[in-house]
């Protein structure tokens, strides 16, 4: 297991991510952050915050629960374990900032964004993940990444939050076992 960031690197790229996001959207009015439960939620959270810290704006913040929507659910024996989506906004005519923790296949987003629409038709989508780690088996891109990963398939990419992990961290994991 290798850490990519520690607590304070992690600062540093949610302070940097909130930065980008001011630049790139003028109008703070019209924005508003949904995050992917579990750890996009967290995320989203954090670099509103950092927002209202540098511009003195209270941005809308929303959780999204895609377990309904996933394709990965067919043929399982276990019941999916749903969550609540609590977006208490309208998403309508609203620049939709959608948070999740690691970009990967791009399944998730796919799942994300028809949950998203079902709720309304937003001005505008723009995708932030913490980590993009490639592999994608969609048409996906993020418009604001945290750290570009190079990885194998055999890798996982470990994202540890204060509010649910008590830490602070990401980990690069091999679980190819021939390599350890």
Known sequence: MQQILDAKGLQRTINRLAHEV?????????LAFVGIRTRGEYLA?????????LEGKQLPVGVLDITLYRDDLRGRLD?????STEILFD?????IILVDDVLFTGRTVRSALNALMDLGRPARIELLVL???????????ADFVGKNVP??????????????????????VNHDRKKE
């Not at 998403?91 to 620049?95: E, L, M, P, T």
């Open 22 to 30: 001011i630049e790139r959207n003028k109008d703070l009015e019209r």
């Open 45 to 53: 959270h954090r670099i509103a915050r950092k927002i209202f810290e």
């Open 79 to 83: 019941q999916p374990v749903l969550k």
């Open 91 to 95: 998403v309508k005519d609203k620049i």
């Open 131 to 141: 980590v993009d780690r490639g592999h994608r088996e969609l048409p996906i891109k």
């Open 151 to 172: 990885t194998a398939k055999t890798h996982e990419i470990r994202v540890l939050l204060q509010e649910i992990d008590g830490d602070d961290s990401v980990y690069l």
